[in-house]
């Protein structure tokens, strides 16, 4: 779902590494920071442009970022921002079909400030790039896709308590809610279309949500809640479509329990 997003680690981070020829798609994760790096040698990187969102099918626990790399990642600049939609998604039949691999290319490898970001057909087409791209997740590039919704994304292990909040506040006044989202960090198109999301979700799934408004984001067997799935049901193929990035699709750690095969095997050391 949605709803979940992404602590801090007092821990300093130590600066980048650059990665070794044939690795650098999935950033070489930072010994001090990932215990267990994932290191993928030629073979392995062209099986894993074909076969996602797990490019190894092994079981991956998801880094943990500090608030070093929180902090990096708010501050770039993306050169070519999205407009903010003026029209809600769930409202028109869209194709929600996804394809592809969104990355992040610095006008200064070296300096890291500015970036704009780049769907790539293929794995293989990213890492070939010029100027350099760093993957930030699976499938093309959306709304939420810029460093700085990245950035709240690693902050927030769980967003579901506080984007339900805002979700709340969209009752009384569009504004408030968009205001409300606006303050966890997000930008304002991809607040946009977690606005509709949620508006859609209280349209589609009020009755299970109210009665589960305080159970378990996972049920014993591991399955979501009646809520969530609810909400993954309607309302998850056209956010994943617009917004772009998610908590699986990103590599990230998130308060839902979600199948180890279902994440993306992506770290971001590339701040």
Same mark, same amino acid.
């Given at each position: ?121 293929? #794995? @293989?087409?990213?890492? /070939? ?5 760093? !993957?930030?997740? +699976?499938? &093309? *590039? ?29 009752? #009384? @006044?569009?504004?408030? /809610? ?5 303050? !966890?960090?997000? +930008?304002? &198109? *991809? ?81």
């Amino acid at each position: 779902s949605r709803y979940t997003t992404p602590h801090q680690n007092s821990r300093p981070s130590l600066p980048p590494q650059p990665p070794p020829p044939h690795t650098h798609t999935f950033e070489r994760a930072d010994p001090a920071m990932a215990p267990s790096p994932l290191l993928l040698g030629p073979v392995l990187a062209t099986l894993a442009s074909a076969i996602f969102p797990n490019p190894t099918g092994l079981h991956w626990t998801p880094p943990h970022y500090n608030q070093t790399v929180i902090n990096a990642f708010a501050g770039k600049v993306n050169t070519d921002p999205f407009p903010v939609p003026t029209s809600d998604p769930y409202q028109h039949h869209i194709d929600t079909n996804r394809s592809g691999v969104c990355g992040v290319q610095y006008r200064n490898d070296k300096e890291r400030k500015m970036y704009k970001l780049t769907t790539f057909e293929t #794995l @293989s087409s990213l890492e /070939a790039a010029e100027p350099k791209a760093h !993957l930030t997740h +699976t499938g &093309p *590039c959306g709304l939420c896709s810029t460093l700085m919704d990245l950035s709240t994304y690693m902050r927030y292990t769980d967003m579901t308590a506080p984007v339900r909040k805002c979700g709340f506040k969209g009752f #009384l @006044s569009e504004k408030w /809610a968009m205001k409300c989202l606006q303050n !966890l960090g997000l +930008t304002e &198109p *991809c607040a946009k279309i977690w606005f509709y999301n949620t508006r859609n979700t209280r349209k589609e799934c009020l009755i299970p949500c109210l009665l589960e408004l305080r159970k378990p984001y996972n049920n014993p067997d591991g399955s979501l809640n009646d809520c969530l799935q609810c909400d993954e049901d309607n309302s998850g193929p056209v956010f994943k479509k617009v917004a772009a990035r998610t908590r699986r699709d990103s590599g990230l750690e998130s308060a839902i329990h979600r199948p180890p095969e279902t994440i993306s095997h992506v770290t971001h050391y590339y701040y």
